[in-house]
């Protein structure tokens, strides 16, 4: 029903209340009237109210005191408070040098992939909206956006032009919506129930002549109570159904609430039509007892949903929301963990959890890092290395310098690797989806064939038959069949400490033939240390060399350089440092009077300015030279991983041929490649000749990349499925599909193990639903199936998927 504006006093503005120009001003069209405004301003605000579907604001607002009338409606000043910066930052991340902002969002009022595929088509044209991933079972919504070409509040009200509610997901606020969204299922299945058993004594006294002696007054009488039992059960139990069904009406692509909405109020009213004439049949018990399995799917796929979201939640939740700040005098005070900034200096006591990620300084620490990578032995960390929020403090009190802070920590950065792999769905759950959407609209038609054949049949039975084909071959199954697996399955490895950052390798993973792993940090601890130094100059000390190179290598996050750091108190002065993936660093050295150009590297980049040079040490893999000479030489050793011999067995075992991709020298990685039998080996490899080689194998089937380093991020990017470590450089971990946060080989082959259960599980719930409906229609249109029994068979398909979806949550 259309809204009816109120009347202004004449040559007043309608939005300000103010006088309009001497010229009329302008106009806005609200509620299909126009109506005259006094400046663009009003007409830009009138125009968001109206598509924000905000009108009543003008409704009920008291023109009395124009002045003290506020100029937007209060949901819309609610929006426009998250455009503030110092808010933004408690729940958004930057990327992209601070320009991209990415944020998740939850979202109320979504209840199937139709919903989804609204919201995300929508916000996905506006203009300065990056990239938009919408996920129907975990009601979130991830974001990327430009700052300076749209503001977030302006993604909100697009949203909430659809006539959803979407905020900022808050770790804090989840549980809550979760209990009350458990409260509104909780009330209709059992308003649900009770009808259910009600009618359903009656209907069986009816049906099997229990009461066959009554007269027909008494039997209308039953109808009658029957009819006032299950008004409740269609009017407000099944209110979920018709609100997805419209939803997916307006999306253009109809949902599986689309033929239940039909068959639920098809049955009542020719079940009411048959008790007001006192002639027919009347299906309440129908009604009632659809209504309630189908209510007992949702509220078991809310259960299911909420165990697979919960983990991701609770990490944030173990974050403390305080933390004691050093004062520059040297005192200690209470602050919340947002006013938090890098290069502060925070204290953590014995037991408790740290509150941002840092730089351990003058002491050890003994942390358990378990919310992290899984693992719940306690690991050693020397001062001076990092330390991530979340990790639990064991032993004595510590001071950190703070690196990162609430959503730019790594477990932030976790969390929001979580939610954006259950944003992404694989191509076998696009797929079902799709099919879902198209078996709907073909059930459909379907339908309509059937009540027309059947009116020239049998007439009277007609809708009756319709009514069954609409239930018993409703596609919930299929609907259900991917989303629960999937789900299952991210939460299944979220638990062993392996994060997924897209869902689709769940179905790659099969078709995996070559394996290719980098040496250094991946089939090695990357515990580096260092086991050799020559010194090749004669012209400077060794002191200087040494601080030359823990300069240059401070400007590195390749795991060799670690060692390298810590050479001398007093780091020399370098300039215009630059990184050359794959091969080192170079810069300019300001020594006594001289400034002298550098590089630190590999043996290559070495002998680009000294071609003629041979290490004299045939084992080391760190370079350092000037223009004029080369310096020194260092060989830094790490052990291979213990587990990593058992593991790629058992690769090559299954048939995956594993290859060793490497940037180090043969002669470094041949023995480390025979040690763990790996008969080819790829050496010398710089980014692009990794690349290369990656791609020529993808010619014949998919390839696995797993890898750590800087010099990685270009072939994790090609390959198929890539793979990282927790601890790698951040390029690794923001292009690789699957972050390993155990610092464990083995955990490749639980990600493999659990990815293929869960394609088998998932490729078991899309077969069983596909022979379920197709099954069963025939037999529907045939007239052998009553909707009663169309309704338990359709529940129980969809509960047989939905348990056997759960099995990965074991």
């Not at 045939?618 to 000037?626: E, H, K, N």
Request: hydrophobic letters at 45%; proline letters at 5%; glycine letters at 6%.
């Amino acid at each position: 029903m259309a809204i009816k504006l109120p009347e202004v006093p004449a040559g007043t503005c309608f939005h300000c209340l103010q006088a309009l120009p001497a010229d009329g001003g302008y106009s806005a069209r609200l509620a299909n009237q126009d109506v005259a405004v006094c400046c663009y301003g009003c007409q830009a605000v009138a125009q968001t109210i109206n598509e924000q579907k905000l009108l009543h604001f003008y409704v009920y607002r008291d023109t009395t005191n124009p002045l003290q009338i506020p100029l937007l409606p209060e949901e819309l000043q609610q929006l426009q408070a998250y455009d503030d910066e110092r808010l933004q930052a408690q729940f958004t991340r930057t990327t992209d040098q601070g320009r991209q902002r990415e944020l998740t969002l939850s979202v109320e009022g979504m209840t199937c992939s139709a919903c989804a595929w609204l919201i995300e088509h929508h916000v996905q044209w506006l203009a300065g909206v990056g990239s938009v991933k919408v996920n129907a079972t975990t009601e979130r919504v991830y974001i990327s956006w430009y700052a300076d070409q749209i503001k977030l509040s302006q993604i909100l009200q697009a949203i909430a032009g659809l006539g959803y509610r979407a905020l900022p997901f808050e770790s804090a606020t989840q549980e809550q919506d979760f209990k009350r969204r458990r409260r509104y299922y909780v009330r209709r299945l059992g308003l649900a129930g009770l009808a259910t058993m009600q009618v359903m004594m009656i209907a069986v006294g009816l049906y099997f002549g229990v009461v066959s002696d009554l007269d027909d007054s008494l039997r209308q009488f039953m109808w009658w109570i029957s009819l006032v039992v299950a008004t409740p059960v269609l009017l407000y139990s099944a209110q979920p159904f018709y609100i997805s069904a419209m939803r997916s009406i307006q999306a253009q692509r109809p949902n599986m609430d689309v033929p239940v909405s039909i068959a639920l109020l098809g049955a009542y009213g020719a079940s009411a039509y048959a008790t007001f004439i006192g002639h027919g049949e009347v299906y309440f018990e129908s009604v009632s007892m659809f209504t309630f399995l189908l209510l007992i799917g949702r509220y078991l796929e809310l259960l299911a949903r909420q165990k697979a979201i919960s983990a991701a939640t609770n990490l944030i939740k173990l974050v403390p929301a305080l933390a004691q700040r050093e004062t520059a005098g040297g005192d200690i005070e209470t602050v919340p963990v947002s006013d938090l900034s890098p290069g502060q200096i925070i204290r953590v006591a014995p037991g408790a959890t740290l509150p941002a990620d840092g730089i351990l300084l003058d002491q050890p620490a003994t942390l358990n890092e378990a919310v992290l990578t899984g693992e719940s032995r306690p690991v050693q960390k020397p001062a001076g290395t990092t330390v991530l929020a979340g990790s639990i403090n064991q032993q004595q009190p510590l001071r950190i310098e703070v690196t990162a802070a609430q959503q730019e920590t790594v477990l932030a950065s976790i969390v929001a690797l979580k939610d954006l792999a259950l944003s992404r769905k694989p191509r076998l759950a696009q797929a079902a989806e799709k099919l879902a959407s198209t078996f709907v609209i073909r059930l459909l038609i379907v339908a309509a064939i059937t009540f027309l054949v059947w009116s020239f049949i049998d007439p009277q039975q007609a809708f009756w038959v319709t009514l069954a084909v609409l239930v018993a071959t409703c596609p919930c199954a299929l609907a259900l069949a991917a989303p629960t697996a999937v789900t299952g399955a991210i939460h299944n490895l979220n638990t062993r400490g392996v994060v997924l950052r897209n869902a689709d390798v769940l179905n790659t993973i099969q078709d995996i033939k070559t394996v290719f792993v980098d040496k250094t940090g991946t089939l090695t601890t990357g515990e580096f240390s260092l086991q050799h130094e020559h010194i090749i100059s004669g012209r400077y000390k060794q002191d200087a060399i040494r601080a030359l190179v823990q300069a240059l290598e401070h400007h590195s996050e390749h795991p060799l350089a670690q060692p390298l750091r810590q050479l001398t108190a007093t780091p020399a002065s370098v300039s215009a440092v630059v990184n050359h993936p794959g091969q080192g660093l170079s810069g300019i050295w300001s020594h006594s009077d001289e400034s002298l150009h550098v590089r630190v590297g590999s043996l290559s980049f070495i002998r680009q300015w000294h071609p003629e040079f041979t290490p004299a040490v045939a084992a080391s893999q760190i370079f350092v030279a000037t223009e004029q000479e080369p310096l020194a030489e260092y060989h830094v050793g790490d052990q291979i991983r213990i587990d990593a011999k058992a593991s790629i067995e058992q690769l090559q075992q299954a048939g995956i041929e594993v290859i060793m991709l490497t940037g180090d020298r043969a002669e470094l990685a041949q023995p480390v490649a025979e040690q763990l039998g790996i008969t080819k080996v790829y050496a010398d490899s710089l980014p692009d000749t990794k690349l290369s080689v990656v791609s020529a194998a993808q010619q014949q089937h998919p390839v696995m990349m797993i890898g750590d380093g800087i010099n990685d991020g270009p072939v994790l990017a090609q390959a198929d499925i890539s793979v990282t470590f927790g601890h790698a450089a951040d390029l690794a971990r923001v292009t690789a599909d699957v972050m390993l946060m155990r610092n464990n080989f083995g955990a490749v082959l639980e990600f493999r193990q659990v990815a293929l259960r869960s394609r088998g599980i998932l490729r078991q719930n899309i077969i069983w639903a596909l022979v379920y409906n197709i099954g069963i229609l025939p037999i529907a249109m045939a007239g052998f199936v009553t909707p009663y029994i169309a309704a338990i068979g359709m529940s129980l398909s969809s509960l047989i998927v939905l348990a056997n979806s759960l099995r990965l949550y074991r």
